[in-house]
């Protein structure tokens, strides 16, 4: 059972390798088709991260993927793989909800913050930290900035909710390194958000 749900993600992927780049040689079918393969899973992470600003913002997991496709298929990026595709989503999705929290925050003229967790990344209940969205954008392009795997990873794995062993795969590390690069980005994102 297991070989075959593996077989399974195996051609999956390679028919998003090949969606990916059709599309990048202009082949606006293949765009097409893409969305359809990767759209419930998007508008799921979307819903995911909406939740944590349930109370700050009304846009709906439909709208946010709609939006980041209309983001994603006017842009001119030279498509090379599954990783990077997750890369982009992963960074579009990031500015569309902090962009979205800044319009929010606008609106009500700088009252309150809008309280984004880390929850996801965050695998204990106690060690779960919140902070202001443009601290947490802060914080993760500084993390890029040290150390651009650590922030994949965690980009991987909170906004796009891959779990572990797809994050080894994606990335093309092992287990334990994505566990070591989880550890270390969740502590150093939570003493520079608290900082």
Not at 22 to 44: C, I, K, M, N, P
Not at 74 to 96: C, E, K, P, T
């Amino acid at each position: 059972m297991a070989e075959a749900h593996s077989k399974s993600d195996d051609r999956a992927q390679a028919e998003l390798t090949r969606l990916l780049h059709a599309w990048s040689d202009g082949d606006r079918g293949a765009g097409d088709q893409l969305t359809e393969l990767v759209y419930a899973q998007v508008r799921a992470i979307a819903g995911k991260h909406l939740r944590q600003y349930r109370n700050h913002l009304t846009l709906q997991p439909t709208e946010l993927a709609n939006e980041l496709f209309l983001r994603l298929i006017g842009s001119d990026i030279n498509w090379q793989d599954r990783r990077h595709f997750y890369g982009v989503v992963s960074v579009a999705m990031r500015r569309l909800l902090v962009d979205a929290a800044r319009a929010h925050s606008s609106d009500r003229r700088g009252g309150g913050l809008v309280h984004v967790t880390l929850s996801a990344a965050n695998e204990a209940a106690d060690a779960e930290e919140s902070g202001d969205a443009a601290a947490l954008e802060e914080g993760l392009q500084a993390l890029r900035a040290l150390d651009a795997r650590k922030c994949e990873i965690i980009e991987l794995n909170y906004l796009l909710g891959l779990k572990r062993e797809e994050i080894a795969e994606v990335v093309g590390v092992s287990v334990p390194t994505v566990d070591r690069e989880l550890r270390f980005a969740r502590a150093w994102l939570r003493q520079r958000l608290a900082s």
